[in-house]
């Protein structure tokens, strides 16, 4: 057995399907496309029985990315569970865009200008694609252990985004009608996958700076810490996080690269800090009392603006060598724009895939190579 195939046997040990030739399928394609990184299915295949037994398996009503994924989610538990230590869980959201003449079939992730009309103005099109938004599991120093929740969607229709604000606040709009649900719901899926919520801290961007996240990581037992951007009601609501953090005195310095040898020197402060919820959701959801941390470069560098890092998180930090780790964690998460660039290295648009379960059962397939821990070897194989 090849070293390839042992990779995969183990990936896949976990993997359930009532028809056991669907197993037996995904493992041949999963070794057939673990060494054929970037290639379309057909080269991957190499002969055109094995394409069209690839196609068959894709297109097949009993298998969707639940299956497909189910055996690499165990073994993402199992590795999580062979360490010891905090488990950083990154969160993002990618999108996948294809050309097709019939863009229904698969859905919609936006609009884009594509020329001018006769009136000089630009006209949109719509953007035919999936989005798709990952948890992945990793050590504080960076070992990748494997996805712990993923969801694949595409929008029918939009509306107009500016005119719709004009007349609802969307800060009162139950999230439970917004696309950032999938914040909550990823970690819930991943804290209920990996369990000993305790050791998990959900790392995310400023899009997901939402005040229900923060309650929903609470309720379920588990950490957070986000970077943020919405200065929220403070203390008795009679001011704000940053005006509170305004007053609070710079407690270190911490020296940080960024990039080609440059080193910048960021000042550090950090408080405990009683936020409110949104105005028109405090009767919804409790105070909560988290720390905030600013890492913000005193003076005016030459070339590029200053740094200025806001982050918040539910758990304490008590010196500056606190603070710094935070911001070390979550300077991790670009281990999941890697991730995201190796699915779009490798997921090349299939004509022959036309529906948006048979493109998300493919995407599906490329997440477990590049969810694995097979990440570093996967980077010497995938172009820029």
């Known amino acids: 057995m090849t070293g390839g195939e042992c990779w995969v046997d183990e990936e896949l040990a976990g993997s359930r399907f009532r028809d056991v030739r669907l197993g037996q399928r995904l493992r041949t394609l999963m070794t057939q496309l673990a060494g054929a990184v970037g290639l379309p299915i057909p080269m991957a295949c190499q002969d055109w029985a094995n394409t069209k037994a690839a196609y068959r398996f894709l297109s097949n009503p009993d298998v969707s990315e639940r299956e497909i994924l189910d055996g690499h989610f165990r073994a993402t538990a199992s590795r999580v569970a062979a360490v010891e230590g905090p488990v950083l869980v990154l969160q993002d959201t990618t999108e996948f865009s294809f050309r097709r003449n019939r863009p229904e079939a698969i859905g919609a992730i936006g609009y884009s200008p594509s020329r001018r009309g006769e009136d000089g103005r630009f006209r949109l099109h719509t953007v035919c694609g999936l989005l798709m938004h990952g948890s992945l599991a990793i050590t504080p120093e960076g ?181 710094v780790r935070m911001l070390q964690w979550y300077g991790m998460r670009w281990k999941i724009e890697v991730f995201h660039k190796i699915l779009k290295s490798g997921c090349r648009a299939e004509d022959a895939l036309r529906t948006a379960e048979r493109l998300v059962n493919l995407i599906a397939l490329f997440c477990i190579r590049g969810g694995s821990a097979n990440l570093d070897r996967l980077l010497s194989g995938v172009s820029a």
């Not at 990823?186 to 899009?207: C, F, K, M, S, W």
């Not at 997901?208 to 950490?223: K, M, S």
């Not at 200025?308 to 998180?313: A, G, N, S, Y």
């Open 143 to 323: 070992l990748l252990l494997g996805l712990a929740a993923i969801r694949f969607w595409s929008r029918a229709r939009f509306k107009g985004t500016a005119a719709l604000k004009r007349h609802v606040d969307p800060t009162r709009v139950p999230i439970e009608g917004k696309d950032s649900m999938r914040w909550l719901a990823n970690v819930q899926a991943a804290t209920t996958l990996l369990g000993d919520p305790d050791r998990l801290v959900h790392i995310g961007d400023r899009e997901n700076d939402i005040y229900e996240f923060f309650c929903a990581a609470q309720e379920a037992g588990t950490h957070f810490l986000v970077r943020t951007c919405v200065d929220r009601l403070a203390g008795d609501g009679g001011h704000t996080v940053g005006t509170e953090m305004a007053e609070v005195a710079v407690a270190g310095h911490h020296l940080v690269e960024i990039g080609e040898g440059a080193i910048a020197k960021v000042a550090l402060r950090y408080r405990r800090v009683h936020v409110l919820p949104p105005t028109g959701k405090q009767k919804r959801y409790p105070a909560l009392d988290l720390t905030v941390i600013h890492a913000h470069e005193e003076g005016a560098p030459e070339g590029r603006p200053a740094i200025d890092w806001k982050l918040i998180t539910d758990l304490p930090v008590a010196s500056a060598a606190d603070a």
